[in-house]
Antibody, heavy 122, light 110 residues
Framework: EVQLVESGGGLVQPGGSLRLSCEAS????????IHWVRQAPGKGLVWVSRINSDGSSTRYADSVKGRFTMSRDNAKNTLYLQMNSLRAEDTAVYYC???????????????WGQGTTVTVSS | QSALTQPASVSGSPGQSITISCTGT?????????VSWYQQYPGKAPKLMIYEVSKRPSGVPDRFSGSKSGNTASLTISGLQAEDEGEYFCSSFTTTSTVVFGGGTKLTVL
């Protein structure tokens, strides 16, 4: 079964750090771009970042640039999102999601994880 | 990058057709054929319904179709069914190589 499973969410104080993980199974992880998307409670989807298949290229939303770092370990079929200098407005469910096209980029997300909740509060 | 503009809500009766619009600019929707649509039920992860403007992933009924004209993309659902009720989001690639989503449209099947 093609699957993405996020972990690492939790409660953190403003200014703190957290590292999210996303473990892939059921497909050739190293062939696909992966995105992070977040959704604040009761709000819409917001794109956070994406990484290319070999991890050599990343892009970030302006709201997280300089604070969040996306990386991947293709040997472990795992994706990471290192989140630093967290703010209350970063509170959300964070999803990792696979781009549909193997080997290239269609700027879409066809396989989603179940999400992990990050709460930034004192 | 500002969010794409979607109507907050649309509704239709079973069997009818509805269209959800998604308006952007020449820096996103108008500039690329990378528009996607997602369906989301409360408390669940989104599901891809349309990608690259009009392509349907396998398993998505052909009642769902996508199109684009200028800076506006559209999702049409024909033969509306009760199970189509949920929230729909559009997204697009942008000139800064990022992705922007719409604010979401709640579809009610009357």
């Amino acid at each position: 079964e093609v699957q993405l499973v996020e972990s690492g969410g939790g409660l953190v104080q403003p200014g703190g750090s957290l590292r999210l993980s996303c473990e892939a199974s059921g497909f050739t992880f190293s062939s696909y771009f992966i995105h992070w998307v977040r959704q604040a409670p009761g709000k819409g989807l917001v794109w956070v970042s994406r990484i290319n298949s070999d991890g050599s290229s990343t892009r970030y939303a302006d709201s997280v640039k300089g604070r969040f770092t996306m990386s991947r370990d293709n040997a472990k079929n795992t994706l990471y999102l290192q989140m630093n200098s967290l703010r209350a407005e970063d509170t959300a469910v964070y999803y990792c999601a696979r781009d549909p096209r193997s080997g290239t980029y269609s700027v879409a997300m066809d396989v989603w994880g179940q999400g992990t909740t990050v709460t930034v509060s004192s | 990058q500002s969010a794409l503009t979607q109507p907050a809500s649309v509704s239709g009766s079973p069997g009818q057709s509805i269209t959800i619009s998604c308006t952007g600019t020449s820096s996103d929707i108008g500039g690329y054929n990378y528009v996607s649509w997602y369906q989301q039920y409360p408390g669940k992860a989104p599901k891809l319904m349309i990608y690259e403007v009009s392509k349907r992933p396998s398993g998505v009924p052909d009642r769902f179709s996508g199109s684009k004209s200028g800076n506006t993309a559209s999702l049409t659902i024909s033969g509306l069914q009760a199970e189509d009720e949920g929230e729909y989001f559009c997204s697009s690639f942008t000139t800064t190589s990022t992705v922007v989503f719409g604010g979401g449209t709640k579809l009610t099947v009357l």
